[in-house]
C-alpha cells in the first residue's frame, strides 16, 4: 500500500513505536503483511519503511503493570518477507500456538536498552495538551495520514494508538520530559550504506541465505537489480550483453568476438551464503563456460506508488564456474504420484 511518509527528507523524524505484550522485546519487528480480511493494513506497512539507524520506542502493554515505554532499539537490516503466527488484536504472535503461519514483514533490530525509569501511561497524561498540539501542527503542514501514536478523546485520557508499528513525531521527545532518556543524534538518520561495512546490520544479521521472497513485487525488484549490475559491469568489460533469461537456463548471454560467456545472476536482500539453483541452471554451468554473480545485501524499500525501489548491495563473483556436486543440497523433491492405491472422492 502507499504509505504517506509525511516524514521524508527530515533528518529529525527518525523515531518510530512498537505498541506489544511481545516477550522478547528487542529482536525485530515483525508483522503480517495483510490483516484478517486480507487487505494491506498501515500499521503493519508501516515496517516497510523503516530506515537503517531509526529509533524504535517499546510501549509495552503490561510490563510495567501499566501501558508505557520501557525501552528502545535501533533499526538494523530489513526489511525482509518471512512468515509469522499472530494473534488477533495485535497481540505478537509467535507466544500463541496458531495453526499456520502466515506471510510477515520482518526488521532486524539492534542494542536494545531498557529504560532506566520507564515512561507509563501517566507521563504522557500529563503532557497531553503537547501531544494534541504537536498532532494539529503536523495535520496542518502534512495533508494525509499521520500514523500518530496516541489517541485523543473527550471522554478519557490519552492512550496508545490501536495498531502495532505507529510514527513517532520526533516533537513528541522533546515535549515529554521522562523519554529525555531517549538518545538522539545530531546526524539525524543514519544513511543508507553499502551493506557488509554497516556495524548495525552485522550485529543484528541472524537469518542467512538467498530465502524466497514471498512478495512477487519485492523478489522481481531485487532480482532486477542484480541483473542490472552484471549488464553493466560485463558491458564495461566490452561484451555485448544481452538478458536471454526469459528463454535460456541462464541469465545473460555476452559476447565479445568469438568468446561467448554466459552469466548466471542470483539478487537477495539477505546475506547470502546459499543460493537456488533449478536443475537446468545445474547441468548448464557443468557444459557451457558460466561466471556466476551474486549481488546480495541489496537495500530496498516500498515507494509511495506501491512499486518497489532497490539500492546498494555486495557483489561476488565466480569465474569459469562449475557448481561442485556436494556443494548442492536438495531443497525440494519432485514426486511422482502412484498410479494406483488412491482413494477417489467428487465434488
Same mark, same amino acid.
Not at 511518509?5 to 518510530?16: I, K, L, N, S, V
Not at 532486524?108 to 498532532?135: C, H, M, N
Not at 561467448?260 to 536443475?279: N, Q
Given at each position: 500500500?502507499?504509505?504517506? %511518509? ?5 533528518? $529529525? @523524524?527518525?523515531?518510530?513505536?512498537? !505498541? ?34 531509526? !529509533? ?5 502493554? =503490561? ?16 526489511? %525482509?518477507?518471512?512468515? !509469522? ?13 496458531? $495453526? ?38 503536523? @495535520? ?75 512478495? @512477487?513485487?519485492?523478489?522481481?525488484? !531485487? ?48 546475506? $547470502? ?9 545445474? @547441468? ?14 541489496? /537495500?530496498?524499500?516500498?515507494?509511495? /506508488?506501491? #512499486? ?11 569465474? =569459469? ?17 502412484? #498410479? ?8
Amino acid at each position: 500500500m502507499a504509505i504517506n %511518509e509525511w516524514w521524508h527528507g527530515d533528518p $529529525a @523524524e527518525r523515531y518510530w513505536m512498537e !505498541i506489544t505484550d511481545r516477550i522478547d522485546l528487542g529482536a525485530d519487528l515483525h508483522a503480517p503483511q495483510v490483516d484478517d480480511a486480507g487487505r494491506e493494513y498501515w500499521s503493519y506497512a508501516l515496517v516497510t519503511a523503516v530506515q537503517p539507524g531509526d !529509533i524504535v520506542l517499546h510501549w509495552h502493554k =503490561s510490563l510495567l503493570g501499566t501501558p508505557g515505554v520501557v525501552g528502545y532499539s535501533t533499526a538494523a537490516e530489513g526489511p %525482509e518477507a518471512d512468515e !509469522i503466527l499472530w494473534a488477533s488484536q495485535g497481540t505478537y504472535g509467535r507466544t500463541r500456538p496458531l $495453526a499456520s503461519p502466515e506471510p510477515s514483514w520482518r526488521y532486524a533490530l539492534t542494542g536494545y536498552t531498557a529504560l532506566a525509569r520507564p515512561v507509563d501511561q501517566d507521563a504522557f497524561r500529563r503532557s497531553e495538551g503537547k501531544l494534541r498540539r504537536i498532532k494539529e501542527q503536523l @495535520e496542518a503542514r502534512h495533508p494525509g495520514s499521520l500514523y500518530f501514536p496516541f489517541a485523543f478523546s473527550d471522554k478519557r485520557p490519552v492512550r496508545a494508538a490501536q495498531g502495532y508499528l505507529v510514527k513517532l513525531p520526533a516533537a513528541v521527545i522533546a515535549a515529554v520530559p521522562e523519554l529525555k532518556q531517549i538518545p538522539r543524534s545530531d546526524q539525524g538518520r543514519v544513511p543508507s550504506q553499502r551493506p557488509g561495512s554497516s556495524e548495525l546490520a552485522i550485529a543484528a544479521r541472524k537469518r542467512r541465505g538467498a530465502g524466497y521472497l514471498r512478495d @512477487e513485487v519485492v523478489r522481481l525488484a !531485487i532480482e532486477r537489480h542484480a541483473v542490472d549490475w552484471a549488464l553493466s559491469h560485463y558491458s564495461s568489460l566490452g561484451y555485448d550483453v544481452k538478458d536471454v533469461g526469459s528463454t535460456k537456463s541462464y541469465d545473460l548471454l555476452a559476447v565479445a568476438g568469438r568468446h561467448e560467456l554466459h552469466i548466471e545472476v542470483k539478487g537477495s536482500s539477505g546475506d $547470502a551464503d546459499a543460493v537456488e539453483l533449478t536443475v537446468n541452471e545445474v @547441468e548448464h554451468a557443468s557444459v557451457a563456460e558460466t561466471h556466476l554473480v551474486v549481488v546480495d545485501l541489496i /537495500d530496498w524499500r516500498r515507494l509511495p /506508488d506501491g #512499486s518497489v525501489g532497490t539500492s546498494g548491495g555486495r557483489v561476488r563473483v565466480w569465474e =569459469s564456474w562449475t557448481p561442485a556436486r556436494t556443494s548442492l543440497k536438495p531443497t525440494r523433491y519432485r514426486y511422482q504420484l502412484p #498410479s494406483s492405491g488412491a482413494r477417489r472422492y467428487s465434488e
